[in-house]
């Protein structure tokens, strides 16, 4: 994406787009980093000429290095099953005290246990975008917002947690000097001196960047292949009640907090049309909204929805485990995925609320889930307040206003990044219509757990 930023002024367009997925390979799922290098470069030669790039990406995967930095290895996918029965010999509740994050199989920490004496040989461990970073420019280090999703940094002390690394049996030599968002990582060797700046480099903190909320009371949903449902707040909330709903605090740009939960996201759609062979979305979603609402309803964040697969089967199986009928057409089934992502929206948006005591009067959705009409009258219903739906681009919104700012455009702060959002971004507002009874579908799932 090229982006423009000035007073009044606010624009990213696509320059070059290229598929990224696994790539399953024996017994393994990797990413394909090579070619997500060999594209970026392409990028950012057609883009022209350029004031500064900044790389934004899914978090928690990582390349390793040997000594002299070459390449480790192929980075291995977070959906690989490699993690199943890994264990840290560190209690729950001390690991959430340092780390602040939400149990997921596939944190860093977990991946890192499974490599196994592959560390041996390692000398340094780059996240994606670090590691791109590197390429571009020959620069080790981690940028904090996403070194805060690895469960090896401690959230309080804004360090890497190095006791907690060796009681895991991860050697720290392999954890990079921290570095912030907004500060230049070093000039690219092509084109030769082209400022690369570290931005908010996990995509959810650049996303969250360029919500338009104009007051404290919003929620977020940062909704892609994952929807990161959730709370901004200025510290970390870490009490016994988070822990237990599993509540992740992750680093935001400006020292912010996004406590939120991963809620599985419109990747169970992709998956269903991958699974049918079709790429009608639009004919998909006409055909969910004319289909009864809440007939059947899932627990969407079940860990059989996590790997890749034929999630209709999956979602089938779901229900006629919880004793209701499963969707009869594919009008239902994606009517199905719908109905459940907004009660998941509802069931952790209001679980966030009641944790850390806060309201929200308002449900802001950014990312490509902005579009999904559909999903963004259903959250409404679900949460029972106004949705605001847009910008759809706000991961990429997010990272060029960073890099705006630290090559010198004025704007102090996320407030005035987020009022050029509001002045410049199309935003689309749905109202709570009243239909559905989100309550009783949530207790059909609740009797059922
Ligand atoms: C979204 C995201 C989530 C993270 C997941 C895996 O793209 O970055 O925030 O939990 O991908 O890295």
Redo the contacts with the bound molecule.
């Keep these: 994406m090229a982006g423009t930023v000035g007073a009044s002024a606010l624009r990213v367009e696509e320059v070059r787009r290229f598929p990224n997925g696994g790539v399953q390979a024996g017994p393994a799922l990797y990413w394909d980093v090579l070619g997500l290098y060999r594209e970026t470069l392409a990028g950012i030669r057609e883009a022209g000429p350029l004031d500064g790039v900044g790389i934004d990406?899914?978090?928690?995967?990582y390349g390793l290095l040997d000594e002299r930095g070459a390449l480790l290895g192929n980075p291995v996918h977070?959906r690989d099953p490699r993690t199943d029965g890994i264990t840290v010999p560190v209690p729950d509740r001390e690991l959430y005290d340092v780390t602040g994050l939400q149990q997921?199989p596939?944190n860093t920490l977990y991946q890192l246990v499974a490599e196994g004496d592959r560390l041996d040989a390692a000398a340094t461990m780059l996240l994606i975008p670090d590691l791109l970073n590197y390429w571009l420019t020959g620069s080790l280090g981690a940028e904090r917002t996403n070194a805060s999703?690895t469960q090896l940094y401690d959230v309080r002390a804004r360090t890497w947690a190095t006791s907690l690394a060796v009681r895991a049996g991860i050697p720290p030599r392999l954890l990079p000097p921290l570095r912030d968002p907004g500060t230049v990582v070093g000039e690219a060797r092509e084109p030769a001196g082209l400022p690369v700046i570290a931005v908010g480099s996990?995509?959810?903190a650049s996303a969250v960047v360029a919500v338009p909320a104009s007051g404290p009371d919003f929620a977020y949903i940062?909704s892609?292949?994952?929807s990161?449902a959730g709370l901004e707040l200025p510290a970390p909330e870490l009490s016994d009640a988070a822990l237990a709903a599993n509540f992740t605090n992750e680093g935001g740009v400006d020292g912010t907090i996004r406590f939120l939960r991963?809620v599985m996201g419109l990747w169970v759609l992709s998956e269903t049309l991958r699974t049918w062979s079709t790429s009608d979305l639009p004919g998909l979603l006409r055909a969910a909204a004319a289909s009864p609402g809440l007939a059947a309803v899932v627990d969407i964040d079940a860990p059989e929805f996590l790997p890749p697969g034929d999630m209709p089967s999956r979602i089938s199986a779901a229900c006629e485990a919880t004793g209701q009928r499963p969707p009869s057409s594919r009008g239902a089934l994606v009517r199905c995925i719908l109905d459940s992502l907004a009660l998941a929206y509802r069931r952790t948006l209001r679980a966030a609320a009641a944790i850390t005591g806060r309201t929200f009067d308002v449900v802001h959705i950014v990312g490509g889930g902005a579009r999904n009409e559909l999903l963004c009258r259903l959250t409404a219903d679900a949460c029972g307040v106004p949705v605001l739906a847009g910008p759809v681009e706000a991961a990429a919104l997010g990272n060029v206003l960073v890099q705006a700012r630290a090559l010198g455009e004025d704007l102090p702060d996320l407030a005035s990044m987020r009022a050029l959002v509001r002045e410049t971004q199309e935003v689309r507002h749905y109202e709570p219509s009243g239909a559905g009874d989100w309550d009783a579908a949530e207790a059909r799932l609740a009797l059922c757990r």
């Design positions: 990406s899914w978090a928690v995967d977070y997921l596939f999703t996990h995509d959810t940062s892609g292949t994952w990161l991963n």
